[in-house]
């Protein structure tokens, strides 16, 4: 099953804050996140492991909430550059050779 | 250090035709995958392999082969083509697998089925 990501489209305007969250209905070994930008290949951002600490790249940062199955990424003082789909892509617990890969959230920073 | 390269970044198809997608990694890298990528379906996986002389099966591989006689090469393959194979083809590697170590893509392949 794929995760689920929320929400399928944000636009902000240069400064602003956002949140992308990806949440799984099986037991998750870690989570990444990866950025693509219209017709490029998806990028990695960073991973996040079960009993891991918050990461960050840039002025971006992730959380893993066990308890929970669920991921969520902060967007903070977004920038232009920011603008691409967003992919939270999982590894399941016992299944933790490949990634399932969220639908995307579409992230367009405006000025 | 070229990374993940794939062959051809285009290609036009008839129905019924066969081809080969190429990916070649120079990262020694023991994990590579194929994934197709449609418009709000993100991206799903083909077949993967943890290493050399091994494949597996992804969540969409019906109308697929692969094979990875080398380590640094994974081959996709389309035996008879159909329009539903229209689709953004990606291949992925990862040093040690995806639980501890993210994925570096290729550019891509733009397959047309006519």
């Known amino acids: 099953q794929q995760p689920v990501q929320s929400p399928q489209a944000v636009i902000l305007r240069e400064g602003e804050d956002a949140v992308i969250n990806c949440s799984s209905s099986?037991?998750?070994?870690?989570v990444h996140w990866y950025r693509q930008k219209h017709g490029e290949a998806p990028v990695f951002l960073m991973i996040l492991l079960k009993g891991g600490e918050q990461m960050r790249h840039e002025k971006i940062s992730a959380s893993f909430n066990e308890k929970k199955q669920q991921s969520s990424l902060y967007l903070t003082a977004s920038q232009l550059s920011y603008s691409g789909t967003y992919f939270c892509?999982?590894?399941?617990?016992?299944?933790?050779?490949?990634?399932?890969f969220g639908t995307g959230t579409r992230l367009q920073v405006t000025l | 250090n070229a990374g993940v390269t794939q062959t051809p970044k285009f290609r036009v198809l008839k129905t019924g035709q066969s081809m080969t997608l190429l990916c070649a990694q120079d990262m020694n890298h023991e994990y590579m995958y194929w994934y197709r990528q449609d418009p709000g379906m993100g991206l799903r996986l083909i077949h993967y392999s943890v290493g050399e002389g091994t494949t597996a099966k992804g969540e969409v591989p019906d109308g697929y082969n692969v094979s990875r006689l080398k380590k640094q090469n994974f081959l996709l393959g389309l035996e008879s083509a159909a329009p539903s194979q229209t689709s953004v083809y990606f291949c992925?590697?990862?040093?040690?697998?995806?639980?501890?170590?993210?994925?570096?893509f290729g550019s891509g392949t733009r397959l047309t089925v006519v």
């Open positions: 892509g999982t590894a399941y617990t016992g299944t933790a050779s490949k990634l399932t």
């Open positions: 992925a590697s990862s040093f040690r697998g995806p639980a501890n170590y993210g994925y570096t």
């Open positions: 099986k037991a998750l070994y870690s």
